[in-house]
């Protein structure tokens, strides 16, 4: 099974590199830019049968997911793409400048429809992708109320849109490493979060390497 890790940050990933398994690994950059450019140019290269996307983010509800915890991602949007005007925020589906059905989208949404997907034992999140990170009050509750998602990122509708346009598998994992709006990192669980990301990936990619 040929397997391409990703990363936006090399950081994210480290013990994973350490290990050594059997796979490619393309640390891609931060953001929708260098993700969506650095990733299209790595599968052209090799026809890949999986594309995992592994980092951390932030949640927005911290009694639903703990921080530190592992999660796989079964929906992403670029959820700042739009306008926002007088403290109303409009997405490109709301101004007819996108059709919410026209594929890749469903309804909005970039899913991962694979049939592997829902076999793997992990929580199944919404998430949502955006160019800053959420840290005042408005932001985050026009998120909530737009797209009622459990994280952020920066890069997960990345990956979920060039996949599902070149029709590769792909697996978007997530560990919690902030509550959305915090801005103390004293607060934050960055190291936890990268040592539960990396065992889990590990353990993953072994099992599907041995099947």
Known sequence: MQILVIAATEMEITPFIEAGLPVDILTTGVGVPATIYNLLKKIQEKQYDLVIQA?????FSPVAYEL????????????DLGIEEKKSFKTLFDLGFALPDEFPYKNGWLNNDFEFFEKLPLQKVTGITVNKVS??????????YKFSPDIESMEGAALHFVCLQENIPFLQLRSISNVVGERDKAKWKIRDAVV????????????????
């Open 196 to 211: 539960n990301l990396n065992a889990v990936l590990s353990t993953m990619v072994n099992s599907l390497l041995n099947e």
């Open 68 to 79: 530190a915890s592992v999660v796989m991602v079964r929906k992403d949007t670029f959820a």
């Open 55 to 59: 980092g951390i983010a932030g949640v």
């Open 135 to 144: 840290d005042e009050a408005f932001q985050a509750e026009t998120f909530l």
